[in-house]
């Protein structure tokens, strides 16, 4: 078998691994020039982590993140409403990763050329078209880079890992419409800062309205820094009138984020000079799509981004493609015939994810800050007199249970 994957981002790159450790072969064609560490920070969960872990990049990820400690959410104020461990400090079998997401990207490509070889990524590849017959897909790609002929790839079936702007997706649905959006703008940079807290923790502060999120992505210039991630969410737009696609990772302006970045207070972190030592953030629109009636036709379907785009809320977007990587492997490997292992993919990995998706748009486990900011709006002397320990569990442990990173969930070994 021969899977032509769309799209060299996290997804799609996992899959070939998981794809290749199955047997099953692989070629994944990438739009631009080169796969390169671009993007900022991410946090990976552990039901995913294990699933890279089972592919031998454990080390790998050491190198290049930080294994996240604690998860702290606060109010506005700097004020805690939650806080617990993460990762094996929480019990899981493995730990849960903070880490920049081009590094993580790189990471999985490099796993990629050595083990399947150079040749298993065609970088500089748009897809232009394809079309499927009762014995495969052949896609058309054009030449991005030097405008030559480019190439036509056949194989059994072809997977749309391209992001949420998929032109497979759109492929199949012309008159889906620009991506949804709540009004709502972020700033995302990282910079070389000291360590706050113990060095491995993570703060998100303050509701869907206006957030801020901190934590450390990787080692930093001196064993007193390390490269720490931020970002600003500020709901500040019209949601009938979304961000054109041109508007999206563009480079930001103090003027634009500072006065936004002044509304947040958090222990042992100077916010505004930490975006003032950002030399290069970026801008772009908090985004998902509404679920799909379906992600398969015949022998084409979607994963990550491409099927199931949602706000990044929970730490769970690249967490999902992940898991839908070791999901579609696992059918390809098993099933009597392609179509059969897509229907079979899309029937357990469909449901999951639209789930997800739906509370992420009510803030995720995050909608606890929501909660505890309507009732206490200019802060609280004392947590549990706004909102008892049991609402503010049953808020937080109920999503981690519906995304599959539950506690119980994590110490069953998926086989």
Not at 74 to 83: K, S
Not at 120 to 147: K, M, N, P, S, Y
Not at 225 to 233: D, G, I, P, Y
Not at 362 to 386: K, N, S, T, Y
Request: hydrophobic share 40%; with cysteine.
């Amino acid at each position: 078998m021969r899977v032509i994957i769309i799209g060299g981002g996290i997804g799609g790159l996992t899959l070939a691994l998981m794809l290749h450790a199955r047997g099953v072969g692989a070629t994944v064609y990438e739009q631009s020039s080169e796969i390169r560490e671009v993007g900022v920070g991410i946090n990976t969960l552990p039901h995913a982590i294990r699933e890279l872990a089972d592919l031998g990049l454990l080390p790998a990820l050491d190198e290049a993140g930080i294994r996240t400690r604690e998860l702290i959410y606060m109010n506005r104020f700097g004020q805690a409403v939650w806080r617990e461990p993460r990762g094996l400090h929480a019990g899981a079998p493995v730990p849960q990763f903070s880490i920049h997401r081009g590094r993580l990207q790189c990471v999985i490509r490099d796993a990629v050329v050595e083990r399947l070889g150079e040749d298993a990524i065609r970088t500089g590849r748009r897809l232009q078209g394809f079309i499927q017959d009762e014995g495969g897909v052949t896609a058309h790609f054009g030449d991005t880079r030097f405008g030559e002929a480019g190439e036509t790839a056949r194989g059994d079936i072809l997977v749309g890992a391209d992001g949420i702007h998929s032109a497979v997706r759109g492929h199949y649905f012309p008159n889906q419409g620009p991506p949804r959006w709540q009004g709502v703008q972020m700033w995302r940079g990282a910079c070389d800062w000291p360590v706050f807290l113990d060095g491995e923790s993570m703060i998100i502060a303050g509701g869907m309205a206006g957030k801020l999120v901190l934590y450390p992505i990787g080692k930093g210039a001196t064993p007193q820094t390390r490269l720490t991630n931020w970002v600003v969410n500020i709901r500040t737009g019209d949601p009938e009138k979304p961000p054109p696609k041109e508007a999206w990772s563009k480079p930001g302006r103090l003027e634009d984020v500072l006065p936004f970045a002044r509304r947040f207070s958090v222990p042992e972190v100077d916010i505004l000079a930490m975006v003032r030592a950002t030399s290069t953030f970026w801008e772009y629109p908090m985004c998902d799509r509404d679920p799909l009636p379906r992600w398969t036709h015949g022998r084409v379907t979607l994963l990550g981004d491409a099927a199931h785009p949602m706000y990044p809320v929970g730490s769970n977007g690249a967490s999902q493609a992940v898991l839908d990587a070791r999901c579609l492997a696992d059918w390809l490997a098993k099933a009597e015939h392609p179509r059969q292992a897509l229907a079979a993919y899309e029937a357990e990995r469909l449901p999951a994810t639209a789930e997800v998706v739906a509370m992420n748009r009510v803030g995720g486990p995050e909608r606890v800050i929501d909660a505890v900011e309507a009732l206490a709006p200019q802060g609280f002397e004392d947590i549990d007199q706004v909102l008892d320990h049991a609402a503010r569990e049953q808020i937080v442990k109920g999503y981690a249970g519906k995304a599959g990173f539950s506690a119980e969930q994590l110490a069953r070994k998926k086989g």
